[in-house]
C-alpha cells in the first residue's frame, strides 16, 4: 500500500513538473514582474505539485526523529545556507527579470532536500 501511495505522489508530482514546463497556452493570471506571471496552466501544475510536495513533507515529518543525529552538525548547517540561497535566487530573479537564474536557486534547493527525504523516507 506504500508503495503504491508513494508511485502516486511521484506520478502526481512529475505531472505537475511537466505541465508547468510546457509552453503557456493562454494569458497571465496577473504579473508578477515584466516577464513573470503564471497562466491557468502554470497554475493547476504547481497545485499539483503542491499537493503532492505537502504529503511527502508530512511523511517525512513524521520521521523526523531519524535527523536528531545531524542537529548541530556542520552539514546542516551548510544546507540551511544553501537552501536560503537557493531561495533567495528563485525570489530575486522572478521579481526582477534575472532570466534563468531561478533554476539555478530552485536546483540548489532540490539538492539541499534530496538527502533530508532519502534519510527520513527510506
Known sequence: MQKIRNLLLFIILVTGFVIVALPDS???LFSISTNHGPSLQDVIGLLLIQVSYIFIVAMAW???EKLRIYQNSSIVKLG???FGLGFGLVIASVCNDYQYWWIYGALIM??????IFYVTLK
Open 26 to 28: 493562454g494569458p497571465r
Open 62 to 64: 513524521k520521521k523526523r
Open 80 to 82: 540551511l545556507f544553501l
Open 110 to 115: 532540490l539538492i539541499v532536500q534530496i538527502p
